[in-house]
């Protein structure tokens, strides 16, 4: 058999196509992520506050501070990354203020949602789009 | 262990009791995310700092779970109660298993 161009493009395609699926069938879905932190409970709008910039030029360091007064945990996800997840705060006993700041990557333009838990099981939400000019997640 | 792990971490050094003080941390650490590729393409493997929390005095302040979303010398800002003098302690810990930690004394005046 000759080995054309063609074929070796071809080829070349689809091995690139069977490696991404692997990946893509272990990385949880959005819904998955946040069902998992909710266990199912439905979430009210608000209760907590995200500020996040509007247009990060750098996805690599995006600066995000999330605050939900009386909050036990908040939950940050990016739904446009690879794997959505991106942290947990959990506020301990001597927690001044149940806010924090960091920063996430984000792999291109999308929506940044926080969750916050509060003690009596209850849920609320926040969240923001990011508009990305250079993504962070490399590959 | 990861190369060239170091802790900065930042505590007012006295405050009044029960103030609420602001910590910032950070800890230089690549945080490889396990989807970026090398030059020949092979997928460099994820190494990451996936938790990070703060005590005092054996109390719990914060606890973060971490992914590989957090940025490359993961930097975190938080606030605090300070009930009484006392010492801060934070820790790191790396996915190979090591652990990284700090402390800080805080005098209450």
């Known amino acids: 058999m000759k080995f054309t161009r063609r074929d070796a493009l071809a080829l070349g395609l689809g091995a690139t196509a069977a490696s991404f699926l692997p990946l893509r069938a272990m990385a949880a879905t959005t819904d998955e992520v946040i069902a998992a932190f909710t266990g199912g409970a439905d979430i009210a709008e608000g209760g907590v506050s995200l500020t996040a910039p509007e247009i990060a030029e750098n996805g690599n360091t995006v600066p995000v501070s999330v605050d939900a007064p009386g909050a036990a945990a908040i939950l940050l996800i990016a739904t446009g990354n690879p794997s959505p997840g991106v942290a947990t705060f959990n506020f301990g006993p001597l927690a001044g203020a149940q806010s924090a700041a960091t920063r996430i990557r984000l792999a291109g333009t999308q929506e940044v949602i926080a969750i916050a838990k509060m003690p009596d099981g209850s849920f609320g939400k926040a969240s923001q789009t990011v508009k990305v000019t250079i993504g962070g997640c490399g590959g | ?109």
Not at chain 2, 30 to 36: A, I
Request: glycine content about 6%.
């Open chain 2, 1 to 109: 262990m990861a190369k060239g792990v170091k802790p900065r971490v930042k505590v007012p050094k006295t405050a009044a009791a029960g103030d609420v003080i602001t910590i910032k941390t950070l800890i230089s650490h690549k945080m490889e995310s396990g989807n970026r590729k090398d030059s020949d393409g092979n997928k460099i493997p994820r190494s990451i700092i996936n938790r990070f929390t703060c005590d005092f005095n054996g109390e719990n302040v914060i606890d973060i779970t971490m992914e590989p979303a957090i940025s490359t010398n993961p930097f975190f800002e938080f606030k605090a109660k300070v009930p009484e003098s006392g010492e801060f302690k934070f820790t790191w810990y790396d996915d190979d298993g090591s652990v990284y930690e700090a402390s800080k004394e805080i005098a209450v005046s």
